[in-house]
Structure formats: structure tokens, C-alpha cells
């Protein structure tokens, strides 16, 4: 699932190529993946694109006064397409494509929105303000906002009963994080996935705020200038302990392990974040939810 720096170097990729140019044809394939029917989709042809920016790990297209807000969930994607076909696009069967967007202009360059498997969760909204989208009114600060300080990162921990994994990536504490890199934030600042969040000292809420901060901006760095069909592959490359079980920590060697949940899992090395001891399975799946 792509998170706050794929959504980042998306939003920044797109800027490039719809900023001032003219929406000709919005096709819905996915019929499903709209969230909204007023305006319908349509609204959006003729208009010029405005502003192309991001809420958490929600994309929002601006044009003429209205937002195309896309939220790419697990397996949702964006395929830039210099030359779309000009044949309409046809829905069923295994076709990946949820929405097309064609710009005005003799190329018929635009993009698709895909997405891939049986559990739909890509989501598309027009809307005249993002905050009419309950995801984005729900999100809480941005991390890389730079008003963003430690002061309120402390803030949203206090009183904070869960367990860091879960605080990190509900969008509701923190925009944009999520299961990826909550797992790098939690390795780089060496804090287990289970530590209660209200039991941290001031010293070790600096170290997971300078973690949290690090970890996304260098992400976004590595991310930045790269084309859309890029970013996944960067983002692979970049993880530390997400997604890399059984293979060796970079930092000290330990091998990666993972505990497993009925829709996802977490990865962590047990030198760096446990004191060296594994972390039980089904006491976590339990407590984490
Ligand atoms: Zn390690």
C-alpha cells in the first residue's frame, strides 16, 4: 500500500503533468470505487487542473473548484499513460482499470487508476471540499508538516493506552503512516511494536518523534522526481525490517521476524527492539487491534 512518501512523490509526479491542463473524459470502470455520485465524475471534464496535493495518504486533484480525491488502499495504483488507447475502456473480468482520466490535447496522455485483486478498496470522491471525505476530515497531523513539533507529537501520546504499532498507523493520530513504515519508524527509533504508548519517557518520545521525522523525509527523498511506476520498487528497496523476514537486520545482523495478524503482519528485529527476545504471536493479534 502506498503511504505518506509514495503519496508525496505521486502528488508531486502528477503536479508536473495536470497542473493547467484540461480534463477531456473522466471514465468510471470500476463502478464500485466511487464513493460519490454529486457531482458525478463528468463535472470534472472541461475544467483545468489546478493544485495537485495530499491529505495523509489521500490524493486530491483540484479542477476549476472541484477535488478528485483517491485514496489507492492496499492494492489500488496510478499508471501514467503517455498515449491512452482511444477505444472506451471496457469493465469485467480481470481488467485491473477502476477510472480513467483522459487530458484535452492531440496525445490522449492521462492516467489510470488500478487496482488489483478481490478485496476493492480503492476509493474515488468529487467533491467541493476535501473535508467533505470522512478519511480526510478524520486524519490527524501531518507528520512532515513543518509546524509539527515534538510538543504535539507528545501531546497526541498522552494518555495514549494502545501500543505504538497501532497508535503510529491509525490515521487519526498521525496522517499518512502506515503499516510499512510503522514498522521502519518503530526499528529506527528501537522500540517494540508492543511498547505502550503512554509508557514512553520524554527521553524516548524525542527518539521516536526524531525516528518518525527521519524516516518519512528520507523516503520522500529517495521517492522525489521518480516516475509513478517507480515508486514501488523504491520503496521496497528502502525498507529495513518491513516485509523482510528471515533476512538479516542492516544494523546488527539479527535475523528480521514477523508476527502475523488475520489481515496483515508486522516485522521487527529482536536485538534492536525486543531486547533480543521474540515477540509471542497470539497474545499481539489479540492486543493489537
Ligand atoms: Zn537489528
Redo the contacts with the bound molecule.
Sequence with gaps: MPELPEVEALSAFLSERLTGRVIARVQPVAISALKTYDPPVTALEGRTVGPVTRHGKFLDIEAGGLHLVVHLARAGWLRWKDSLPAEPPRPGGKNPLALRVRLEGPDGDGFDLTEVGTKKGLAVYVVTDPAAVPGVARLGPDPLDPGFTLADFTALLSGERRRLKGVLRDQGVLAGVGNAYSDEVL?AARMSPYKLASSLTEDERARLFEALGATLRDAVERSRGLAAGDLKAEKKLGLRVHGRTGQP?P????TVREVSFADSSLQY?????TGGKPLADRRLSRLLK
Excluded at 528485529?269 to 527492539?273: E, L, N
Design positions: 526499528h537486520c544494523v546488527c545482523g539479527d528485529c529482536p536485538t534492536c527492539q
